[in-house]
């Protein structure tokens, strides 16, 4: 980890206000981002997004782009690792658009933002960025597993090592979601992380219908992240937990003789390989996928899988079938990248059938290294 140096170059000219929304895999977050930067510009501000995953071609940096925001994607690493990459990005956006409020969304397995991050931010470029509190997304049937308030599929215990910290270091803890749960489950809920972590102020929302999401984001426009020592992270056991992940990236190309159903066969495809993982014992951390027709209108159609237990899920659909299309492919479970890899390709194969030709561009499976902080401030600078 490397000393802080005071000199470096400011990333923007004009101060800016910095949101990070972080969150397990499959908690929500893309979702929630979009309707962050939606409200935002509702009220006069230009949003920028920063993107960031392990690997590259991403899904969320197409969703973004498909609704016509500024956004930069910071593969190869989690904010924390690629550091002078995040500054970079914010210089790129403001050259372009000079946003008035940076929208930036960490890897789902990535944890000590706080420290790694925020603090370094605001000790580095404090004149030119104003720093909002960490919010931490929550799938509620996902926080009540880990949380013992009912059974289901959970990860192993190092991977949850990473689940429980990203809660703990959360200046907002919100659950999303919420419209899917019964009254008494969500009381129950709220209780216990309210009982649990007691900093953190407490937010209930569905990004998907709109509820709570306003009293959520006045609160982080508003809001001063508060001073706080950052939490203590074993970085072995960090290490050890994202190991046990497996990553895969990839882009297929479709066409087909006569035009093909492409909502139809996301789905399909997500059935596929769910199928495939369930019976060889993996668990689904985020499967998410869209399909571009590179129609003028720029329309996608996505799907997502968030939990083995989960139906895969159409959240945006095409209105006519297609003869052709990009289909990109996020994939993260914990098991063996050989296993993702082998159940992606076969799932492929059968979804597309004989109607559609399907022709690999790109496909990387691998494990995420090492967590290698640029910086990590303990205190509140």
Known sequence: MNSISTDQPSPAKAKARYLMVGGFLGAGKTTAMLRLAEWVARRGLRPGLISNDQGSGLVDTALFAARQLAVEEIPGGCFCCRFNSLVEAARKLTATTRPDLFLAEPVGSCTDLVATVAYPLRQIYGSD???????????????????????GGKFSEKVLYIYRK???EADCLVINKCDLLTAEKRAALRAALAGAFLHARLFEVSARTGEGLEAWFSHLLNTEQQPRAAMDVDYE???????LLGWLNGTVQLSAARPFDANALLQRLAQEIQDRLQAAGAEVAHLKMTLDPRSAFGDLAAVNLVRNDFVPELSLSLPDPVE???????????????????????????????????RWQALEAFKPGKPQPTHRVTAFP
């Not at 960025?129 to 059974?151: C, M, N, Q, W």
């Not at 056991?237 to 190991?243: H, K, L, P, S, T």
């Open 324 to 358: 052709r299309g990009e289909l990109t492919i996020n994939l993260r479970a914990e098991a063996e990248p050989e296993l993702l890899r082998r159940a992606v390709e076969a799932s492929v194969q059968q979804a597309a059938g004989h109607e559609v030709v399907a």
């Open 237 to 243: 056991v960090y290490a050890d937990g994202e190991a």
């Open 129 to 151: 960025f104003t720093i909002a509190p960490l919010s931490v997304l929550v799938d509620p049937v996902r926080a009540a597993r880990v949380l013992g308030l009912e059974g």
């Open 166 to 168: 990203q809660l703990e």
